[in-house]
């Protein structure tokens, strides 16, 4: 008598709760990321091999373009405002209560002080085309030490740090570390790029 063979069916995976599984951490990753804020100019830091790296919190970046324009940035949006109401206390501008908002939530600016009202006015999207003059920094007006001294009066704790082009004309740099030096601000970083090691 032959001997019976019993069906054997190949052996399968529910792939079900692997798909559940990879939405839910697409799910998690999405919620929990954050964006980088949009910069006003693009600039290109040289590297280095320091490894300090910057807070994420309590810090405020002055960068410098390749054309020598000077942008501000600063994160903590309560002293964002309190630093806006401290500008126009001493330049005599009046900000209303939706220009100090926009100016809370913009990602960095590079304008004289006059010209913040009507800028803030404008749309998001019709902020983007605008071609900011870069804030003055020079001898004559330098607007850039009154941003310092009063984002550091509205948050004390704050950590500043330099972010040069490679391509800026060094004499704007050494203009803007001198601006630090001369508020008494002596200690700052200088934002660069990891160095690949050979």
Do not use: C
């Not at 980088?36 to 280095?48: F, R």
């Not at 509205?154 to 004499?171: C, H």
Request: no cysteine.
């Amino acid at each position: 008598m032959g001997k019976v063979k019993v069906h054997r069916t190949p052996p399968s995976l529910d792939m079900t709760p692997m798909v559940d599984l990879a939405f839910l951490l697409v799910t998690f990753f999405m919620l929990t990321t954050t964006f980088a804020p949009e910069e006003p100019v693009v600039v290109d830091i040289p590297n280095s091999v320091s490894e300090i790296i910057l807070p994420d919190k309590d810090r405020i970046i002055i960068s410098v373009a390749d054309d020598g324009r000077v942008f501000f940035d600063m994160d903590n949006q309560g002293a964002r405002k309190q630093m806006l109401q401290f500008m126009g206390d001493k330049y005599g501008i009046s900000f209303t209560a939706a220009q100090q908002q926009q100016f809370a939530i913009l990602s960095g600016f590079g304008l004289p002080v006059g010209t913040l009202p009507q800028f803030l006015d404008m749309d998001p999207d019709e902020r983007k085309t605008v071609t900011q003059p870069g804030i003055p920094s020079d001898s004559a007006n330098n607007e850039l030490a009154d941003w310092i001294v009063f984002a550091r009066m509205s948050n004390p704790k704050v950590r500043i740090a330099v972010k040069g082009d490679r391509d800026t004309n060094y004499k704007v740099v050494e203009r803007v570390v001198n601006t630090l030096i001369d508020r008494k601000v002596l200690r700052f970083n200088l934002i660069t790029g990891l160095e690949q090691e050979v």
